[in-house]
């Protein structure tokens, strides 16, 4: 084989080298682009999973929120007679379960302690909750049984251990010896507390004088 020859051979080997390097270069180049595709797809699928989660996370605070246990205390009245021996001293409240659950009431207190005579009423769609709840007189000792207030349609009744209140509703509770509530506590501010099993809730008033009708 002569030069002329041998310097065809390496220029052809030249050009197939650069021939081979230039598609590597183009597989490399694809590849990378590839891989970009690759890295956007997931970054998306990422994306969409954690905006999943965080709707879901949502949805979960606000149907607990809805559901939570609420109770909304008004119309609070604690009045003593000019002559307790003869009529009690009686408290009188409206119990309304603004929540989006069921609720217990275990017990109501007045200055800390429980009270025991405690007589109730469900109102009803018919019933006008914006009245006034006023002194009612026991009409055979302290007892307040199938007494009717004001111009609401049930009676009051006395009350178990446990008041079931369900959502929506609303409930007039009268008491009657409230705490240790006396005359000397007339103008003066007393707190209610309603308790059920979650929670306590508590509502101050001012001690009024029942004069009579």
Known sequence: MNR???DIYKELSVLTATGETKQMIRLLRNHH???QV???????VVSILLATVLVYFAVNVVSTRVQQE???ISNVHIWVPADTTTNPVEAALMITNTGGR???IN???VLGQPCTSVFYLNTVKAD???QGLAYTIANAGPTLNTVVVGTFTNPLATAPNDLVLPSGNTMVVYILSPGSVSQ???GLTVGITVFTAQAMYYKETNVQAYTGP
């Open 4 to 6: 002329a020859t041998e």
């Open 128 to 130: 006008n909750l914006n």
């Open 184 to 186: 000397s506590d007339i």
């Open 33 to 35: 682009a590839l891989s």
């Open 107 to 109: 017990q109501i207190q």
């Open 70 to 72: 609420s109770l909304s």
């Open 38 to 44: 690759i890295t956007t797809l997931i970054i998306l």
């Open 102 to 104: 069921d609720v217990v």
